[in-house]
């Protein structure tokens, strides 16, 4: 059965500090890998989809890379507009559903 | 354009009643997905609907839960006789093909009392 394990589960940072998030990831076949951003209250907000080992997206602060085994989101300087819990999901082999991790959640103080 | 829209966005109810919350996808999108999240807990996958293929049911947690897609398009997710751990939020995705991006709705609230 795919799984998708996130650390940390919670991150504080501080305006500017850049850090990255991971997502530790088992499945057979990857056929996709997604980050989404939920803020408190709201259905999640799509960000990347990664495909294969070596593929990186980037989106002003945000780079999310992929291996094999995981993948990362790089938040570069990063500002208090960007709290929220962030969502890991994959999708493989024949499977028709998307399994999620159980999200990071960040917070940007000033 | 317009999003996914789900209602109602709040649900309360008394333990052994029946609700029903409904999901309208974004329009021409074939893929229609529910998924349940709960406290500290991750989605947990519920239903997938493709075109006019049969659904995939593996998600559903008992057979107090059904769903039901028609024309392709409006789904309406049932729970029978319902219970306290049915709490939850419930949230419904469309995507335009399998394996393209999921666009969820807001969610609707369920509280069970």
């Known amino acids: 059965e795919d799984q998708v394990t996130q650390s940390p589960e919670a991150l504080r940072l501080q305006e500017g500090e850049s850090s990255s998030l991971n997502c530790s990831y088992t499945?057979?076949?990857?056929?996709?890998l997604f980050w989404y951003r939920q803020d408190p209250g709201k259905g999640p907000e799509f960000l990347f989809t990664?495909?294969?080992a070596g593929e990186e997206k980037e989106k002003e602060r945000l780079k999310a890379t992929l291996t094999k085994k995981e993948s990362f989101l790089h938040i570069t300087a990063p500002k208090p507009e960007d709290s929220a819990t962030y969502l890991c999901a994959v999708t493989g082999g024949t499977a028709s559903k998307l399994t999620f991790g159980t999200g990071t959640r960040l917070q940007v103080t000033l | 354009g317009a999003g996914v829209s789900q209602s109602p966005s709040n649900k309360v109810t008394e333990k052994g009643k029946d609700v029903e919350l409904r999901c309208d996808p974004i329009s021409g999108h074939t893929a229609l997905y529910w998924y349940r999240q709960s406290l500290g807990q991750g989605l947990e996958f519920l239903i997938y609907f493709q075109g006019n293929s049969a659904p995939d049911k593996s998600g559903l947690p008992s057979d107090r839960f059904s769903a039901e897609r028609t024309g392709g398009s409006v789904s309406t997710l049932t729970i029978q006789r319902t219970q306290q751990e049915d709490s939850a939020v419930y949230l419904c995705?469309?995507?335009?093909?399998?394996?393209?991006?999921?666009?969820f709705g807001n969610g609707t609230r369920l509280t069970v009392t």
């Open positions: 995705a469309s995507s335009l093909v399998r394996d393209s991006p999921l666009h």
């Open positions: 990664l495909y294969s």
């Open positions: 499945v057979s076949g990857l056929r996709g």
